[in-house]
């Protein structure tokens, strides 16, 4: 668009005109600035008619319109995949181009989806008579055993052998047949923790624990947690996708086989994942009676065990052994290894729980909601010029203006002291492990909110320069950690309309979180995970909210993964919203203790999933999934909508709940049956397992579609899986060659 002059058309008059119309009150210079404002409109909408010609630079309600042009046919915007129906219009004469290949309908799955693809021509894997005159060197007729690595693949998505012919269909599970296109996806996400190298104000590492037989755990927590590939960036496939450009789990052969050529010097074929740049998995030491921290060098890397030397060959100096699939560290016998810090990459389904992962627009909504009146529209609280805000960081020293301390406690105390009516913001800058010293006494981190106070704990990146130094923080790349109770006092006078509020925001928390009998006005939880160990479960509660005031409290959980919860007294209300409350070791059998208890407070539960048994006041929820069943002690207020609510629950009026929905009508052994198949059916429901929380494919459809948008029950609703999975479905048949069939193989 053109830039328009203030008074142009006037400015185009001879002067003789203007000076009597100035003697005249300028009656012809008004109507001319009217005249002009239609103009600007005329111009600004001739030049976004040129702009709605491009789908680059069109309107949003231009797309369909271009889409429709090209013959496209409408798909589902997925947000959280980053799937848009602009880019879907505009990549399809590429797609065309290439219609009824391979490849792209790799890259039609990966754009339409956002998961990760494999697509394999299963009929150029069939064992077939050759010709002399076209001899398939690749896939063999007998598969070579002496490669354990290339058996390793059997079965998967890279399987690299020969198969007979399967009759079956690709709707009925047939794998390998003449007319059968099969598209393997990973559904879990790859999450890279920490990043450049030590000594570098960049530097981040995750804190290992050495357990009772002496191994140390990648899993901060303690748990067995496989690693898992870092995908490659790819802008176009121009070739098939290998194991290195998917994220899924790291095979110990896979990393051997790269450590192993390392030793021997080999430099051809190229290391796949212990590569010179951007590796997989770094894993630094420090030795007991050294300040140094050492790097284990890839040479000195072996997979699963520690092999004997061969006579005469000296074992590296800091050898390891690694198990990638349970995320286990084991030194040789007699390195005094006094502490470990890896960067490595872990599985997830989502954006949920304590991650790495970008938190700033979410962070930013809700300062704004804590801003109220206060600040100005779209203004986070946060984001005012009279912020305190420090950093923590365990791996630097102190800066000479102590805006730097060394541990979360330290700051704390410092905010502790000021008055009451500040805003805070301390910034955990590293995703290391703080717990006290060994041999303490086990002191929990006191918290005091006094009236009209916000306090922001956050784990991101904070300018260590002081010159860059200001209220601004990058909620991203850390998860911060930390061992032992944290208690949260509310110090307002009874009589306040403001108690002050904490929000919390990317910390994994190996303790409970107590809010101790005051008058607190707000607690929030955002992208947080609560557990105790390495059960994940916390006796008797993760998260507690005392007896004895706190009545105009609210306590809202958001993307979090929290043990169990329990409200002592009445306060205002409980919110949940996209989170996962309950699991842990245990969780397959037995009777669970109540994972949410507030038997005197309303309770909001939205789109998330409770694995334990619910017991509250009243209850608004929608596209949650009660596993274990709920009670509601009022059920006169309040609904229950799009849920899955077993049998035994008392509840408020529900609407369209299942298993209700689909026995309505039915007679007793019907019902029987329908309860029977309609529950949930989970990939795990320990803490650390890469699937925890996540449906299986198995799971009825009507759990995994039973939501009000159409998408899962429970805490991944936000995912949006079932509209992904349609938006392939309904594009495969333009783009597979006449004859040929697909099946969708979900690897994770």
């Known amino acids: 668009m053109s830039q328009l002059t203030p008074e142009r058309l006037y400015a185009l008059l001879p002067a003789f005109h203007r000076v009597r119309d100035a003697e005249q009150g300028e009656p012809l210079r008004t109507l001319l600035q009217v005249i002009e404002t239609e103009l600007e409109r005329v111009e600004s909408d001739i030049a976004g008619l040129y702009d709605n010609w491009f789908i680059e630079t069109c309107d949003e309600w231009v797309v369909p319109y271009i889409g429709d042009l090209l013959g496209v046919r409408p798909i589902r915007p997925i947000v959280s995949a980053g799937v848009s129906t602009r880019a879907y219009v505009a990549n399809t004469i590429a797609y065309r181009r290439r219609k009824g290949t391979a490849l792209v309908l790799e890259q039609l799955a990966n754009d339409l989806t956002g998961w990760p693809a494999h697509v394999v021509e299963?009929?150029?894997?069939?064992?077939?008579?050759?010709?002399?005159?076209?001899?398939?060197?690749?896939?063999?007729?007998?598969?070579?055993?002496?490669?354990?690595?290339?058996?390793?693949?059997?079965?998967?998505?890279?399987?690299?052998?020969?198969?007979?012919?399967?009759?079956?269909?690709?709707?009925?599970?047939?794998?390998?047949?003449?007319?059968?296109?099969?598209?393997?996806?990973?559904?879990?996400?790859?999450?890279?923790?920490?990043?450049?190298?030590?000594?570098?104000?960049?530097?981040?590492?995750?804190?290992?624990?050495?357990?009772?037989?002496?191994?140390?755990?990648?899993?901060?927590?303690?748990?067995?947690?496989?690693?898992?590939?870092?995908?490659?960036?790819?802008?176009?496939?121009?070739?098939?996708?290998?194991?290195?450009?998917?994220?899924?789990?790291?095979?110990?052969?896979?990393?051997?086989?790269?450590?192993?050529?390392?030793?021997?010097?080999?430099?051809?074929?190229?290391?796949?994942?212990?590569?010179?740049?951007?590796?997989?998995?770094?894993?630094?030491?420090?030795?007991?009676?050294?300040?140094?921290?050492?790097?284990?060098?890839?040479?000195?890397?072996f997979a699963c065990r520690l092999p004997q030397p061969r006579p005469g060959e000296p074992l590296p100096a800091l050898a390891m052994a690694i198990d990638p699939q349970r995320g286990r560290i084991r030194f040789a016998d007699g390195l005094p290894v006094d502490a470990v810090w890896t960067q490595h990459s872990y599985g997830f389904s989502g954006d949920l729980g304590g991650g790495p992962y970008d938190r700033n627009a979410a962070l930013r909504t809700l300062g704004v909601a804590l801003a109220g009146s206060a600040a100005g529209v779209g203004e986070a609280v946060f984001d005012a010029p009279d912020v305190w805000q420090v950093g923590v960081s365990h791996l630097l020293a102190d800066d000479e203006q102590g805006r730097v301390f060394s541990s979360l406690r330290e700051a704390v105390a410092v905010w502790n002291t000021l008055a009451a009516g500040r805003t805070g913001v301390i910034v955990i800058m590293d995703s290391a492990s703080e717990q006290d010293a060994p041999g303490a006494p086990a002191l929990p981190l006191e918290i005091r909110i006094g009236e009209r106070s916000r306090l922001l704990i956050v784990a991101g990146g904070w300018p260590r320069d002081p010159v860059s130094r200001s209220a601004t923080f990058d909620a991203s790349g850390v998860r911060a950690h930390l061992i032992g109770d944290v208690v949260i006092h509310g110090t307002a006078p009874a009589e306040t309309s403001d108690g002050g509020a904490c929000v919390i925001n990317g910390l994994l928390l190996e303790g409970r979180l107590d809010v101790a009998a005051g008058h607190l006005g707000q607690l929030v939880l955002s992208h947080c995970s609560v557990v105790d160990g390495v059960d994940g479960v916390a006796a008797p509660s993760a998260l507690t909210v005392q007896a004895g005031g706190n009545a105009q409290m609210a306590l809202r959980i958001e993307r979090s993964i929290c043990a169990s919860v329990a409200v002592a007294g009445p306060i205002r209300t409980v919110s949940m919203v996209d989170s996962l409350i309950g699991g842990g070791k245990g969780a397959q059998a037995g009777p669970r203790a109540p994972c949410l208890v507030a038997l005197d407070t309303p309770a909001t539960l939205l789109r998330s999933t409770f694995f334990g048994p619910v017991n509250v006041q009243s209850l608004s929820a929608s596209d949650c999934i009660f596993a274990e069943g709920v009670q509601a002690a009022r059920r006169q207020t309040g609904c229950v909508r799009f849920s899955y609510v077993p049998s035994g629950s008392a509840v408020p009026r529900r609407y369209r709940c299942q298993p209700d929905l689909e026995i309505a009508g039915r007679g007793a052994a019907l019902r029987a049956e329908i309860r029977a198949s309609l529950r949930p059916l989970f990939v795990s429901r320990e803490y650390g397992d890469p699937g925890f929380g996540q449906l299986e494919t198995r799971c009825a459809v009507q759990l995994r579609t039973g939501a009000e948008s159409g998408a899962e029950m429970g805490a991944f609703e936000f995912l949006h899986q079932p509209q992904r999975e349609a938006n392939l479905r309904g594009a495969l048949d333009e783009y597979l060659r006449f004859g040929l069939e697909a099946s969708l193989i979900f690897v994770t």
Request: some cysteine.
């Open 122 to 301: 299963s009929f150029q894997r069939l064992t077939t008579t050759q010709h002399v005159n076209h001899v398939r060197v690749v896939p063999t007729a007998t598969a070579g055993l002496r490669d354990a690595a290339a058996a390793e693949w059997a079965g998967g998505a890279f399987d690299p052998f020969s198969h007979t012919a399967d009759m079956r269909s690709a709707a009925r599970g047939g794998r390998h047949a003449i007319t059968h296109v099969a598209l393997y996806l990973w559904r879990l996400r790859s999450y890279r923790m920490g990043g450049g190298d030590p000594g570098e104000d960049a530097a981040d590492a995750v804190s290992a624990r050495r357990d009772a037989g002496g191994d140390w755990r990648v899993h901060p927590v303690g748990c067995d947690a496989p690693l898992f590939n870092l995908p490659r960036t790819e802008t176009a496939i121009t070739q098939a996708s290998a194991e290195e450009d998917v994220p899924g789990r790291l095979r110990a052969l896979a990393l051997h086989a790269d450590a192993d050529r390392s030793r021997r010097g080999v430099q051809m074929p190229a290391p796949r994942f212990l590569t010179d740049r951007d590796p997989v998995l770094r894993v630094f030491v420090r030795l007991a009676g050294s300040a140094a921290t050492l790097e284990v060098p890839r040479d000195a890397m």
